[in-house]
C-alpha cells in the first residue's frame, strides 16, 4: 500500500473494492466510512474475551463485526519530572509543566493530531458519547478549548501548532528539554537517545481533559469483499498468527534486532499485556492501569468533518 493512501478514505475503498489487496490494515478513525462503501467483508473471526472493551465497541459498525483489531494507541506524557505524569487534569498538567524549567517541552497538533487531540478531551470531560455529538456536529466547546488553550501556551520556542525539524522526542531523551507528549511509541526514540541513562523517565496517559479515562485509537484488519473461501480462511489464520502472544512479544521487544530497546506499541490484546516481557516492564505496567477504563475513539466520520472542524479548532486556539 502506498503510504500516502493509509488516510485516504477513497484509495482504501478502491484497494478493496478492485480486489488490489485480500486484507488491509487500517486505523479506526476511518473504520466506518470505509466499512459504509459496502466493498469490505464481514468477519467470521469470533470477537474474543482476550479483546479489550475499547476494541469490542470499534470493530462493531451496524451491530455487525467488519475488523480484528490489532494495535491500540492513545497520547501520553512522558517526563523527568513526576508532577507532570501525576497531573489528573489538563489544569494539573497545565501548571505542572508550567513550573518547568525552560527549555520545557512540545506537543504536535497536525491536522489528524488536532481533531484527536480534542476528541480525547472531550471524552475525558464529558464522554465517549459526548465526543461523538460533537464531532457530527462540529461543535466547538468554549470549555475544553479554554483549557487546551492554557496547557498550549506552555510551550517556548518549540511550536504547539505547526512541526518543527528538530527530533523532540530525541531532545527529551537526551536531557535537553524537560518532558514531551506522544504515542507511546515515541518510547522507543527517546529510550535511544538516553546513554542508558532513563530510570527517571516518568509516562502516565496524557489528561487532556478533567481525568485520565482518555480515548483509545484502534489499528484494524479489514478484508476485501472479494476475499471468500480460502482468502478468507487464510484471512482467519493469519489475524489469529498476528494475534498469538508469541508474535506480539516478538515485535514488541525487539527480538529481530538485539540490543534495541522495546518497540512499546501497544497490543490489542489482553493476553499480550500478561506477558511477563511487559508486565515487569515499568512504562507498559504503569500504562495497562487505565486499558480497563478507556473508551473508543468514533469509528465514524472524522474524515467528514475533519477539515472543517481543524479549520474551527485552529481558530480558537490561536
Same mark, same amino acid.
Given at each position: 500500500?502506498?503510504?500516502?493512501?493509509?488516510?485516504?478514505?477513497?484509495?482504501?475503498?478502491?484497494?478493496?473494492?478492485?480486489?488490489?489487496?485480500?486484507?488491509?490494515?487500517?486505523? @479506526?478513525?476511518?473504520?466506518?466510512?470505509? #466499512?459504509?462503501?459496502?466493498?469490505?467483508?464481514?468477519?467470521? +473471526?469470533?470477537?474474543?474475551?482476550?479483546?479489550?472493551?475499547?476494541?469490542?465497541?470499534?470493530?462493531?459498525?451496524n451491530?455487525?463485526t467488519?475488523?480484528?483489531?490489532?494495535?491500540?494507541?492513545?497520547?501520553?506524557?512522558?517526563?523527568?519530572?513526576?508532577?507532570?505524569?501525576?497531573?489528573?487534569s489538563?489544569?494539573?498538567?497545565?501548571q505542572a509543566?508550567?513550573?518547568?524549567?525552560?527549555?520545557?517541552?512540545?506537543?504536535?497538533?497536525?491536522?489528524?493530531?488536532l481533531?484527536?487531540?480534542?476528541?480525547? @478531551?472531550?471524552?475525558?470531560? +464529558?464522554? *465517549?458519547?459526548?465526543?461523538?455529538?460533537?464531532?457530527?456536529?462540529?461543535?466547538?466547546?468554549?470549555?475544553i #478549548? @479554554?483549557?487546551?488553550?492554557?496547557?498550549?501556551?506552555?510551550? &517556548?520556542?518549540?511550536?504547539?501548532?505547526?512541526?518543527?525539524?528538530?527530533?523532540?522526542?530525541?531532545?527529551?531523551?537526551?536531557?535537553?528539554?524537560?518532558? *514531551?507528549?506522544?504515542?507511546?511509541?515515541?518510547? !522507543?526514540?527517546i529510550?535511544? &537517545?538516553? &546513554?542508558? !541513562?532513563?530510570?527517571? #523517565?516518568t509516562?502516565?496517559?496524557?489528561?487532556?481533559?478533567?481525568?485520565?479515562?482518555?480515548?483509545?485509537?484502534?489499528?484494524v484488519?479489514?478484508?476485501?469483499?472479494?476475499c471468500i473461501?480460502p482468502?478468507?480462511?487464510? *484471512?482467519?489464520a493469519? @489475524?489469529?498468527?498476528?494475534?498469538?502472544?508469541?508474535? +506480539?512479544?516478538?515485535?514488541?521487544?525487539?527480538?529481530?534486532?538485539?540490543?534495541?530497546p522495546?518497540?512499546?506499541?501497544?497490543?490489542?490484546?489482553k493476553s499480550?499485556?500478561?506477558?511477563?516481557?511487559?508486565? &515487569?516492564?515499568?512504562?507498559?505496567?504503569?500504562?495497562?492501569?487505565?486499558?480497563?477504563? *478507556?473508551?473508543?475513539?468514533?469509528?465514524?466520520? #472524522?474524515?467528514?468533518?475533519?477539515?472543517?472542524?481543524?479549520?474551527?479548532?485552529? !481558530?480558537?486556539?490561536?
Amino acid at each position: 500500500m502506498d503510504e500516502t493512501d493509509a488516510y485516504n478514505v477513497t484509495a482504501l475503498q478502491e484497494y478493496l473494492k478492485d480486489d488490489v489487496y485480500d486484507l488491509i490494515e487500517i486505523d @479506526a478513525v476511518l473504520y466506518g466510512d470505509v #466499512i459504509s462503501s459496502g466493498f469490505a467483508s464481514e468477519w467470521t +473471526y469470533t470477537p474474543s474475551d482476550d479483546w479489550w472493551p475499547t476494541t469490542l465497541t470499534t470493530v462493531q459498525f451496524n451491530n455487525q463485526t467488519w475488523g480484528v483489531p490489532h494495535w491500540l494507541c492513545s497520547y501520553f506524557a512522558f517526563s523527568r519530572t513526576p508532577t507532570v505524569t501525576q497531573a489528573s487534569s489538563i489544569d494539573q498538567l497545565t501548571q505542572a509543566v508550567n513550573s518547568l524549567p525552560q527549555p520545557k517541552m512540545r506537543v504536535s497538533l497536525e491536522s489528524w493530531d488536532l481533531i484527536a487531540t480534542y476528541l480525547v @478531551a472531550v471524552a475525558e470531560t +464529558y464522554g *465517549a458519547e459526548q465526543a461523538k455529538i460533537f464531532l457530527e456536529n462540529e461543535v466547538v466547546d468554549e470549555y475544553i #478549548i @479554554a483549557g487546551l488553550k492554557r496547557f498550549l501556551h506552555t510551550c &517556548n520556542e518549540y511550536a504547539c501548532l505547526r512541526d518543527v525539524e528538530e527530533d523532540y522526542l530525541a531532545l527529551f531523551g537526551m536531557g535537553k528539554i524537560s518532558s *514531551a507528549f506522544g504515542f507511546l511509541e515515541s518510547l !522507543n526514540t527517546i529510550l535511544q &537517545n538516553t &546513554n542508558n !541513562n532513563n530510570n527517571d #523517565i516518568t509516562v502516565s496517559w496524557a489528561p487532556y481533559g478533567t481525568s485520565k479515562k482518555s480515548l483509545i485509537f484502534t489499528d484494524v484488519f479489514v478484508k476485501s469483499i472479494h476475499c471468500i473461501g480460502p482468502c478468507a480462511t487464510a *484471512a482467519d489464520a493469519f @489475524a489469529a498468527f498476528m494475534l498469538q502472544p508469541s508474535t +506480539y512479544e516478538y515485535i514488541l521487544t525487539s527480538q529481530d534486532i538485539p540490543n534495541k530497546p522495546y518497540r512499546y506499541i501497544m497490543p490489542a490484546t489482553k493476553s499480550a499485556w500478561d506477558l511477563p516481557s511487559l508486565k &515487569n516492564d515499568y512504562f507498559y505496567s504503569t500504562v495497562r492501569a487505565n486499558l480497563d477504563v *478507556a473508551m473508543p475513539l468514533p469509528n465514524y466520520g #472524522i474524515p467528514q468533518h475533519r477539515i472543517a472542524l481543524k479549520e474551527a479548532l485552529t !481558530n480558537a486556539l490561536l
